[in-house]
């Protein structure tokens, strides 16, 4: 009785052990550095020394444990990423050109054969591509800085494949790019989507050693992007987002009352914070209520339209929708416009859907507390 004991307390110690050191080492260090197939095999090999232990009096069980052990390690660092067998990566219509993990996402770029378009996957998910349904992610960038007066510096909250960045980058006047992305292997990424984002991501990695020694027009800020806000005071002239959608986990708090209090103290005087809204991927409860959490935030916003997408905007004052703001036919920043029937003043009041203050009150609240989006019963 003592004897099984004692090994059931030895067993007990390593899985205590296992707690306290290794799911830290297996989630910032292990996986972002071996990748997923890799941490399986080390994981399958840990379990050795447990084998040892409930087989003491048994040579060919251990020897048995043993060499399945060592057989795992050498599958995990020989085997590809189990996400890569996934449905969604083995479609055949997917040529796969880059795959990257880090302890928040398992990035994947890859070419869509059937849409003709380069696409990012985040965790198996379309989160962002560079096809004509994503042109709205450029009005994301135009749109705010053509209402603020001056815009000097601006924060680009959820990088993507960087188009909104890229958009921001063609406005002269813009002095400070801020990229606020939580994933280094989303900025691995950036390369393959050069041809919209301008090259930001690249301009901005000399940041992360110093943000503040002022040579850089883009910084780069790998970080929480709620954290930067909070941590930020009236600093910047507009700030745009793009995150993932209300009802994920990873995104709902960028959507609640708490999170636009938070965004609305970032900004400097006469800020201008813009977001996107899908009305395609939620019910109308909560589109309702995101929106109902965003208006009722600031004392003027806005509502936009862009082909099926929502476009929100939120200030201390309503903006003047000045023409002198526009720019004139031959500059780049006109060439950028243009197709998005942005050019001139009549192109953004088209867009515009109504005042915030006009739309209805969401029946249930959004907030920190409550984010009941995430475990609200979806339909596919």
Sequence with gaps: KGESGRRLGDLLLYEVWGV?????????????????????GILGALALPSAWLLTSSHLKLKTLASVSAL????????????VLASKALSN????VLSFDEDEHFAVT???????????????????TAVGDDYLYMRVLGHLPLLLHPRPERVAVLAFGTGTTAGAVSVHPGVRRIDLLEISPAVIAAAPFFEDVNRGVAAEGLPGLLDPDDGQGRVVLHLDDGRRSLLLAERTWDVITMEPLLPDSPFAVHLYTHEFYAIARNALAPGGLLCQWVPPHA????????????????????????FGTQVVLLGADAEPALDPGRFP?????????????????AAGVLARYVTGGSS???????????SPWLVYRTTRT
């Design 282 to 305: 939620l019910a109308p409860e909560p589109f309702d209520a995101v929106l109902a959490a965003f208006c009722q935030s600031f004392p003027w916003s806005g509502v936009f339209l």
């Design 359 to 369: 739309w209805p009150l969401g029946p249930r609240p959004l907030t920190d507390r």
């Design 20 to 40: 306290v050191l290794g799911v830290p080492l297996l989630h910032w260090v292990l996986l972002p550095a071996l990748g997923t197939a890799a941490c399986l």
């Design 71 to 82: 057989g795992v390690l050498v599958w995990g660092f020989l085997a590809p990423e189990p």
């Design 109 to 127: 770029v890859v070419d869509d054969g059937v849409r003709a378009e380069r696409t990012l996957l985040t965790d198996d998910f379309r989160a």
């Design 328 to 344: 004139a036919p031959g500059t780049d920043l006109y060439a950028a416009l243009a197709p998005l029937g942005l050019e001139d």
């Design 92 to 95: 055949p219509a997917f040529t």
